[in-house]
């Protein structure tokens, strides 16, 4: 059962919200998509590392976005803070009130999070030219309040972040041609779609289309190499991206979502079922055992992956929205996701959830705080509309 959002403290909407992040962070670039679609204004806050700081201080969390929302509440971690929104400006909605295409879009949200992270910092980081690019950004943005040279600012960022989003990430000469193909498996599933229909799921933007937007825009989309490809292999995709950067969800208030997934999504289950879901399995698999790594094997390829909690608890939930589908709803799941993976959904969830023992985040997507973080003295982006 999902956790239950705390309305009572949105009684009193904010004027605009308060978005911490950077103009270059994945899940900065997802909840922007869906603000903008909202029409909801906001300011964006371009972090430094005393307004991380901050931030991670009057959460809890060491995470981005952090949006400040009124006397002194904060949202926290998109896949909470979506529903959320919707709940609060239910006039554009992009979760589908009929549960199975609800859980699809979940699902898929879920697998655009948490299966594409790895490539989208793959990409960005093991290739010269983009690690070129985006250690200056990060050396002149995020880390302008560190009192370096620049030149240190630039070698300490990029050398943290092969550390951690390649060598302790599964990368290695042999695995790479198998990162890079999650990103190639999945723009190609995505091209046989968007040559189909608009959006991931029919004629209306959804959950499932801001879960793949976050790599898409932020990483695929914009750093050079990625881009150059989607450019070239998936012209389809790339348009749906400026489309999504783009559209305003009342435009699509008026139409409904599907009944049901049209016959050119099945590339993309394909990956779901056969890739993201034994992957998921394996490192909860793997948090059972206390362990703090795991062999998983990508298309015989084996890849040595850090065991995540959060990703643990994303199972679970996914786990537990399954198991509430009536039994008509399991049996049409099974014939896209095939058996297999259906039998990994049936496996029961602990009554200690992950979240519970090892919290990555806070429970609810708003926490009652004292004071507001104070803001840093940095770039804000204003975003109104009439």
């Known amino acids: 059962m999902d956790t239950k959002l705390n309305t009572k403290l949105a009684i009193s909407k904010p004027e605009r919200l308060l978005v911490h992040g950077l103009d270059l962070s994945y899940f900065t670039g997802k909840l922007e998509g869906y603000l903008r679609g909202k029409q909801i204004p906001y300011d964006l806050i371009e972090m ?4 991380f700081k901050r931030c991670g201080k009057a959460t809890g969390v060491a995470q981005m976005p952090q949006v400040e929302w009124t006397n002194g509440q904060w949202l926290t971690d998109t896949t909470l803070i979506i529903p959320f929104l919707d709940e609060q400006y239910p006039d554009t909605c992009v979760l589908p009130s009929q549960p199975l295409m609800r859980f699809i879009a979940q699902l898929l949200e879920d697998f655009g999070d948490e299966w594409l992270w790895r490539p989208a ?16 950004r990060l050396a002149e943005g995020m880390m302008r309040d560190v009192p370096l ?13 092969r550390l951690h989003f390649l060598l302790m990430d599964g990368y290695s000469v042999n695995t790479a041609p198998r990162i890079e193909a999650h990103y190639l498996e999945t723009l190609d599933a995505l091209e046989a779609i968007f040559q189909q229909q608009s959006f991931v799921l029919g004629n209306k933007p959804s959950l499932a289309d801001y879960g793949f937007f976050g790599s898409m825009f932020r990483h695929f989309f914009c750093d050079p190499t990625p881009a150059g490809i989607m450019r070239s292999r998936a012209p389809a995709v790339h348009e749906w991206v400026a489309r999504m950067w783009n559209l305003k969800l009342i435009d699509y208030a008026q139409l409904q979502f599907n009944g049901e997934v049209s016959d050119c999504t099945q590339g993309l289950f394909e990956l779901v079922a056969s890739e993201f879901i034994p992957y998921m399995q394996a490192n909860e698999a793997a948090l059972g055992d206390k362990k703090r790594n795991f062999i998983f094997s990508s298309k015989g390829v084996d890849m040595r992956l850090p065991v995540h909690n959060y990703r643990a608890w994303r199972f679970q939930r996914m786990r537990q929205r399954f198991q509430a589908l009536d039994g008509s709803s399991q049996e049409k799941l099974q014939s896209l996701l095939g058996v297999k993976a259906i039998e990994s959904l049936k496996q029961n969830v602990p009554v200690g959830t992950a979240r519970e023992i090892h919290p990555p985040i806070k429970q609810l997507p708003i926490q009652q705080l004292p004071k507001k973080a104070l803001l840093s003295k940095t770039k804000i982006l204003s975003h109104q509309w009439k």
């Open 48 to 51: 430094d590392t005393a307004d």
């Open 121 to 136: 910092l793959y990409y960005r980081w093991a290739k010269a030219k983009d690690a070129r690019l985006m250690s200056h």
């Open 149 to 161: 040279p620049f030149f240190m600012r630039r070698w300490a960022i990029l050398n943290r972040q």
